[in-house]
């Protein structure tokens, strides 16, 4: 079975400061990889994604992640953080080959302060 | 172009009552997928619907069902409501069930259960 695991509940950060926002898979097959994100009282938007070729990935919004198949990690991150980046960030993998049901992390709540 | 829209937006219900929450699919699409975010948590896959078949489903109990027409809209039914019922309900939408269609979600219902 798969999993995915969200190191952080919670991130607080300073606006224009560098963030990182953690993730684990656990999977014995191959999977892709998403970041979706949560503003408040909204559905989820696709930030990023990964399914093959080179393991950095450039998302909207200024957001990239990097694809560590070593470490099954697949970490976002952002140089420079703005209030607007204020929500809930979520991690999700498909398994490769079968049919689009995500399997979601709990998420991470990133919140920037002035 | 529109994309997937979600009714209602808020219900309130009691235990053991039975709800009926809609989804419309984006222009295109064939297949729809739900999710159910309890508060705090991740979406966790209920089911999804492939030209009007159910194409898969996750742990939850029979009392969820669901409904695809042939314009590929959807309705998620859940009977006799619990407590724990209570929860954020996503759709999503993509152009086929394959693991590398992006999936495009809704604003979300919220049911509360009483």
């Known amino acids: 079975a798969q999993s995915v695991t969200q190191l952080d509940s919670q991130v607080p950060v300073f606006e224009e400061a560098p963030v990182e926002l953690r993730c684990n898979y656990s999977s014995s097959v191959s999977v892709y990889l998403f970041w979706y994100v949560q503003y408040p009282n909204q559905g989820l938007q696709l930030l990023l994604k990964?399914?093959?070729?080179?393991?950095l990935v450039k998302g909207i919004n200024g957001f990239e992640a990097e694809f560590n198949k070593s470490q099954t990690s697949f970490h976002l991150r952002k140089p420079s953080v703005h209030i607007s980046d204020t929500a809930e960030y979520f991690c999700?993998?498909?398994?490769?080959?079968?049919?689009?049901?995500?399997?979601f992390g709990a998420g991470t709540r990133l919140a920037v302060h002035p | 172009e529109t994309g997937v829209t979600q009714s209602p937006t808020h219900l309130i219900k009691t235990r053991g009552q039975q709800v009926t929450l809609r989804c419309s699919s984006q222009?295109?699409?064939?297949?729809v997928s739900w999710y159910q975010q309890a508060l705090g948590q991740g979406p966790q896959f209920i089911f999804q619907?492939?030209?009007?078949?159910?194409?898969g489903r996750g742990n939850f109990p029979p009392r969820f069902s669901g409904l695809q027409f042939p314009n590929y809209s959807s309705e998620l039914n859940v009977n006799a409501l619990e407590l724990d019922d209570s929860a954020l309900y996503l759709c999503?939408?993509?152009?086929?069930?394959?693991?590398?269609?992006?999936?495009?979600f809704g604003p979300g219902t919220r049911l509360t259960v009483l």
């Open positions: 999503a939408s993509s152009l086929a069930p394959t693991s590398t269609d992006t999936q495009y």
């Open positions: 222009s295109g699409h064939n297949t």
């Open positions: 619907y492939y030209r009007e078949e159910e194409n």
């Open positions: 990964y399914l093959s070729g080179s393991t």
């Open positions: 999700a993998v498909i398994v490769s080959g079968g049919y689009n049901k995500l399997i």
